[in-house]
């Protein structure tokens, strides 16, 4: 058959497949966010500062605590952090104060801000990262398998999961990890943050697993949903027809369902932030969830107002990257920004 | 010689747990010869597509075959049936825009199919990609191979599927519906390409459509499907000059060219039935302007009534 006589790929047209450049305007579209994100902060610290003003308390009685005090002291007290001064001024000093890098005293801790958050950021960093890690080592070839094997013994059990993980509440999960893994069965230390290198991460791995479960929850019901779409897709069909093995098919479908999981993952890392407080007020981990809490009840502003910020700064960081991983992933959206 | 796809008796049952709940292909037999090109032809949701897929070994999920299709003396119906797809056999579908993996350049993934059949450097492999979108007549093939499909066109799409096809030189090409989502200039330009590869290489195609100008066009012989059954078969002249089924008749009637300017548009009355479970006589009788009693009890089988022309209607007088 002349068909088969004609192996014509021996006669190369020796052209290799030339990838064409593809300049993207990147660069506007980070100064647009940059330039957006500084606003935000901006309003957000206002809010946070009115509010803290607003809330009932008074920061002098919770300094001076039950001891007696003379009017000479409270007013000493006053001066030295400009509580005797108007609401706007207060503000704008604070904002002069932190646009020159000085995020000001913690009144309660009798210590920079600075100083108060850095002791405390090594604790929730990694109590957040190492239940990220856990939810998407997990959750990801969970939702996977589950997807390719839909209907199976392996998906109901994803989904009895997803659903355990979604309804309960954080600090009901931190109990009973507390009461089954470190008290029942004493494998885990019960609260605190421990001496520093492995024998903190060994602290951390209830907390973390406690975060991790709704977090994990999220990203497994993400990826089932979105591989289901896209082994339904024409695609697939079509690379299974040519005769690409179903691992590498599996694979294909994970690169093209990993668009949604971004999005949607980096969606609920913001979740997380609530849900730090929680488990380090469950275990007793002195990081800046049980930091944030402090200080609020206290009104240490200065703290609150810097805490709030961080969080702002790191969310919206966040969603950057998620967009960045976005048009990283998907040509489509390439050409879009490339267009405009 | 025997024939190159030889199906036998092919039946579809869709099974929810345990229990069939329709049976969409109910006996079809169909042989294709080497180098033939041969079009499956039926109203939407009469089977053509799931018959391609079978032959193909790639039924949906709740499917299950039984019968025989046996392409060069290899089982399709086997659980390895998926190493002779993309080597013996391909499929170029209906809608180019979704067939294409989005978020991979088209040479990427012609490259995927390469690399899985051949074992070729990476310089061959460029070569060979090349080569195939040169021979479906891609303007420029190097800039084919590094875009993306959102960045080309539907018909050019369609030829990069049809590289994508021939790549590794199957013998049996199924056309679903090539040309059904492209504008009618560039569906006639792909059914050119078509004819002038097969010609070229000269592989076997299984071309469903469901346009009988098409089939007029480009096939040698034509099965009529209705409701997962063959009920006319036979050289493409010879069956649409002197059709032996109602139905085929009805199909004709319908074409625009055919039609009797003092009669209204002669359709076919009706619809196809949606679920085949538990029909007895014929799947038509329903439809069919000549019915008699008999077509409600008996199902006819498919039979020859002149040199390879056959049908299914109890009607017909057979020698
Ligand atoms: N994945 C599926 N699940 C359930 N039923 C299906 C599926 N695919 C096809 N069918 C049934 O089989 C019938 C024939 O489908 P198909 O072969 O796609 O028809 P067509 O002739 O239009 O290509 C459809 O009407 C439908 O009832
Ligand atoms: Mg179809």
């Known amino acids: 058959m002349a068909h088969h006589a004609s192996r014509r790929w021996l006669e190369v ?45 008074d920061i002098v009685k919770n300094l001076l605590g039950n001891r007696p005090s003379s009017p000479d002291a409270v007013a000493a007290i006053r001066a030295q952090y400009h509580l005797d001064q108007p609401l706007y001024m207060q503000y704008l000093i604070w904002l002069g104060n932190t646009l020159t890098g000085d995020f000001g005293q913690s009144i309660r801790l009798q210590d920079s801000v600075a100083n108060v958050i850095g002791a405390r950021l090594g604790i929730t960093a990694s109590l957040s990262g190492l239940a990220f890690l856990l939810a998407v080592i997990v959750a990801i070839p969970l939702g996977v398998q589950s997807a390719v094997r839909s209907g199976s013994w392996i998906d109901r059990f994803a989904t009895g999961f997803g659903i355990v993980g979604l309804s309960a509440p954080t600090f009901a999960v931190g109990l009973l990890l507390l009461y089954g893994f470190a008290f029942y069965v004493p494998i885990f230390p019960v609260y605190g943050s421990g001496d520093g290198g492995l024998d903190t991460l060994w602290h951390l791995v209830l907390p973390a697993i406690t975060l991790a479960l709704g977090l994990g929850a999220i990203i497994l019901k993400l990826t089932r949903t979105a591989m289901l779409r896209e082994l339904e897709s024409d695609y697939v069909t079509f690379g299974r027809a040519r005769g690409l093995p179903d691992r590498q098919v599996h694979l294909i479908a994970l690169r093209n369902a990993a668009i949604p999981i971004v999005t949607g993952a980096s969606l609920v890392l913001t979740f997380l932030v609530g849900g730090t407080v929680l488990a380090e007020t469950t275990f007793a981990l002195p990081g800046l969830g049980t930091l944030l809490q402090g200080s609020v009840l206290f009104k240490d502003i200065a703290v609150v107002q810097a805490l709030t910020l961080l969080v702002a700064v790191t969310i919206a960081t966040i969603a950057l990257l998620a967009d960045l991983a976005y048009i990283f992933l998907d040509p489509r959206i390439r050409a879009k920004e490339g267009a405009q | 010689m025997s024939a190159l796809l030889s199906v036998k008796d092919l039946r579809i049952d869709f099974v929810d747990r345990g229990r069939v709940t329709n049976t969409p292909v109910r006996g079809i037999d169909l042989e294709v010869g080497h180098g033939e090109i041969i079009g499956v032809v039926g109203e939407s949701g009469c089977g053509k597509t799931l018959t391609g897929l079978a032959v193909l070994g790639l039924l949906p999920g709740g499917a299950t075959a039984t019968g025989s299709v046996l392409l060069d003396g290899g089982d399709q119906l086997a659980p390895n049936a998926a190493n002779r797809r993309g080597e013996d056999v391909s499929i170029v579908f209906q809608n180019p825009g979704t067939a294409f993996n989005p978020v991979f350049t088209i040479g990427a993934q012609l490259r995927n199919v390469v690399r899985r059949h051949r074992d070729f450097t990476k310089r061959e492999e460029d070569a060979h990609i090349l080569n195939y979108l040169t021979l479906v007549q891609l303007p420029d093939p190097a800039r084919a191979a590094a875009s993306y499909p959102h960045e080309l066109s539907g018909g050019m799409l369609q ?23 492209l504008d009618v200039t560039v569906a006639k330009q792909i059914l050119e390409l078509v004819l002038d590869l097969q010609r070229q290489f000269g592989f076997s195609v299984l071309l469903i459509t469901h346009n009988l100008g098409i089939v007029h066009d480009i096939c040698d012989r034509v099965a009529v499907l209705y409701a997962g059954r063959v009920i006319e078969l036979g050289e493409t002249a010879e069956v649409l000059k002197s059709p032996k089924h109602p139905y085929t008749q009805g199909l004709l009637d319908a074409l625009p060219g055919n039609r009797d300017p003092n009669m209204p548009l002669a359709a076919i009355r009706g619809t196809v039935p949606s679920n085949l479970l538990g029909i007895t006589g014929c799947a038509f009788a329903d439809r069919c302007p000549l019915v008699i009693d008999e077509c409600r009890r008996i199902d006819p089988a498919l039979l020859e009534s002149t040199n390879g022309h056959a049908d299914a209607c109890i009607r017909t007088v057979r020698a």
């Not at chain 1, 940059?34 to 803290?52: N, P």
């Not at chain 2, 030829?159 to 989502?181: N, S, V």
Request: hydrophobic share 55%.
């Open chain 1, 13 to 57: 047209i020796p052209n290799p497949i030339a990838r064409a450049s593809r300049a993207r305007p990147l660069g506007r579209m980070l100064v647009v966010r940059v330039l957006g994100t500084l606003g935000i902060l901006l309003v957000l610290s206002i809010i946070v500062f009115s509010m803290l003003h607003l809330a009932p308390g």
């Open chain 2, 159 to 181: 030829r990069a599927m049809i590289a994508m096809a021939l790549l590794c030189e199957p013998k049996l090409l199924i056309l679903d519906e090539p040309t059904t989502a």
